[in-house]
């Protein structure tokens, strides 16, 4: 069921320890580091999960450009390596060099209800205001495969034919969202010790709030 509020400040402190930046860093390079995206710690603590679409294709060794995970704030950086991509699920596993961070366990997606409230964290604009974790939270809104039969055939291309003839289920999330939420860990409130996330996706719905 769905937990109470009282327990989502448990929850945060639990899961931000795991919650990194991905970016790359080049000596040369003015800024020296680039954050990309969100990840998060799993397996034993050495590899990261983050999006596949958010990495460069290459890096420029010639420059001495790397991957990097950091955490605490930026205040800690490691060099990282791509190990594994699934660019169909969007999803890129990295291994950390040097490092030994809290990892977060892979729940069961098949177990989530539409209507459950569920929160994520992560780095929702980028540096902006430094790379502290937020936390937002919202409801499974829909549990709805990838890809819909579109009205006409223009709007199809090859990848959206590929996902109709082997589509797989994403969360819909009614909450609010930026840019840089991508790939966050999904977790239930008062669910700190068996985190669940959006194994198969998470589409989230942005909602535009202006300042009156």
Not at 80 to 97: F, I, Q, T, Y
Not at 151 to 177: C, E, G, H, K, W
Request: glycine share 8%.
């Amino acid at each position: 069921g769905v937990a109470s509020a009282n327990s989502l400040p448990d929850t945060i402190d639990k899961v931000r320890p795991s919650i990194v930046a991905v970016g790359t860093h080049q000596p040369t390079r003015r800024p020296s580091s680039v954050f990309l995206a969100t990840g998060f710690v799993v397996a034993n603590g050495r590899y990261v999960i983050t999006n596949a679409h958010v990495l460069p294709r290459t890096l420029d060794t010639e420059r001495r450009e790397i991957l990097v995970v950091g955490n605490r704030g930026g205040e800690q950086a490691y060099e990282a390596e791509l190990v594994a991509e699934d660019r169909v699920h969007d999803v890129a596993l990295l291994r950390m060099k040097g490092a030994v961070l809290p990892a977060l366990v892979l729940g069961d997606p098949t177990i989530v209800r539409e209507g459950e409230l569920y929160a994520f964290t992560g780095f929702p604009i980028g540096e902006a205001l430094g790379l502290r974790p937020a936390t937002h939270r919202g409801i499974i809104a829909a549990i709805t495969p990838i890809a819909t039969p579109q009205l006409s055939s223009s709007m199809l291309d090859a990848d959206m034919v590929r996902l109709l003839r082997d589509p797989y289920n994403i969360f819909q999330l009614d909450a609010t969202a930026c840019r840089w939420q991508q790939r966050q860990p999904v977790v239930p409130p008062g669910h700190g010790g068996g985190h669940r996330r959006a194994k198969q996706g998470v589409r989230q719905k942005e909602q535009r709030e202006s300042a009156q």
